[in-house]
Structure formats: structure tokens, C-alpha cells
Nanobody, 114 residues
């Protein structure tokens, strides 16, 4: 069974940067597509960015130009580089496949303060 473990969140000021990691425990990492999601308090979980097995990427408009999704097949890890953070980016961030085939991890909290 696949396990996803997110890390890298924290408290950052407006305009700051964070790099989130999603480590995959299991087999066949390189064959899957991946996505980063986030859930802010009182809001539904939303899809932010996707990356295919061939490393093609796509972004939600609110993340485009500020966030970059990438992957390292050797490390079985998916990354989300976040720059120019805003207070509205405060949320718990999760990774999964775009079609949600994996069990959700615990997520990593990102808090952006003004």
C-alpha cells in the first residue's frame, strides 16, 4: 500500500517562500501522475498543480507564476516550490494523484502572516 508523507510547511511572512515535499513510500512511483492540493479553514480542498509521469505541469490560476511543481523519480518525491506567498495561501497542503487513487497523508501546514 502506498503512503504519502508531506513536509516542509511552516510559518512565513507575506512575500516569503517555502518548498514542500511529498515523499512516496511504495512501488511504481515513476509511473504515476501527481498533484498538490490545499484546504484552508472552512473551505473545500482545492487542486493547485499537477505533474505527469513525463513531467508536464499544469496550475490553478491562483498558483500560476508563483508555484512550481516538480518531481524526482530517484528520490520518489514530489515538490512544490512556493514563492511570493500571500495570506490567502494559508492552508494545509496535501499531495495525491489527480484522480485521488492514494490514501490522503497528514498534510503539512502553511501559515502566511502579515
Amino acid at each position: 500500500q502506498v503512503q504519502l508523507v508531506e513536509s516542509g510547511g511552516g510559518l512565513v511572512q507575506v512575500g516569503g517562500s517555502l518548498r514542500l515535499s511529498c515523499e512516496y513510500f511504495g512501488r511504481n512511483f515513476r509511473f504515476h501522475n501527481y498533484a498538490w492540493f490545499r484546504q484552508a479553514p472552512g473551505k473545500q480542498r482545492e487542486l493547485l498543480a499537477t505533474i505527469t509521469s513525463g513531467s508536464s505541469t499544469n496550475y490553478r490560476q491562483s498558483a500560476s507564476g508563483r508555484f512550481t511543481i516538480s518531481r524526482d523519480n530517484a528520490k520518489k518525491t514530489v515538490f512544490l516550490q512556493m514563492n511570493g506567498l500571500k495570506t490567502e495561501d494559508t492552508a494545509i497542503y496535501y499531495c495525491n494523484s489527480p484522480s485521488l487513487v492514494f490514501q490522503w497523508g497528514q498534510g503539512t501546514q502553511v501559515t502566511v502572516s502579515s
